[in-house]
C-alpha cells in the first residue's frame, strides 16, 4: 500500500486543521491506518490509529478529546481532525498502514511522506 498526506500549514493556537492521507491498493480497508509525529529533534511518536475491521480507534494521550482519527475505505483516504491546537503539536505529520500488530507500537510497514504542521503562538 502507497499512501500520500496532505493538509499541513501554519494555524494559531486554537484553531482547527484537518489532514488527509490518500491510500492506494487493494487491500487499503484491510490495514490499520495510523497517525505519527516528528517534531524538530524529537524523537517520532504515535498520535492516533483506527483499525481495519471494526474501526476502533486508539488516541496518545496528548491528544486525546482534540484530535479524531476516521478512515473512508471506498475512498481509501484515512483522515486526521486535529482541534485546539496547541504550539506544542507542532511537528511533521506521518500516516502509516499495518496488516497486524499493536496499533500505538511503532511497527508500521508502511509510510507516506510528512506533511508539516506549525501552531504558531
Known amino acids: 500500500v502507497q499512501l500520500q498526506a496532505s493538509g499541513g500549514g501554519v494555524v494559531p493556537a486554537g484553531g482547527s486543521l484537518r489532514l488527509s492521507c490518500a491510500g492506494s491498493?487493494?487491500?487499503?480497508?484491510?490495514?490499520?491506518l495510523a497517525w505519527f509525529r516528528q517534531a524538530t529533534g524529537k524523537q517520532r511518536e504515535f498520535v492516533a490509529a483506527i483499525s481495519w475491521g471494526d474501526s476502533r480507534t486508539v488516541y496518545a494521550n496528548s491528544v486525546k478529546g482534540r484530535f479524531t482519527i476516521t478512515r473512508d475505505n471506498a475512498k481509501k483516504m484515512l483522515y486526521l481532525q486535529m482541534n485546539s491546537l496547541k504550539p506544542e503539536d507542532t511537528a511533521d505529520y506521518y500516516c502509516?498502514?499495518?496488516?497486524?500488530?499493536?496499533?500505538?507500537?511503532?511497527?508500521?510497514?508502511?509510510w507516506g511522506r510528512g506533511t508539516q504542521v506549525t501552531v504558531s503562538s
Open positions: 491498493g487493494h487491500a487499503f480497508r484491510s490495514y490499520t
Open positions: 502509516a498502514a499495518q496488516s497486524s500488530g499493536t496499533m500505538a507500537s511503532q511497527n508500521y510497514g508502511y
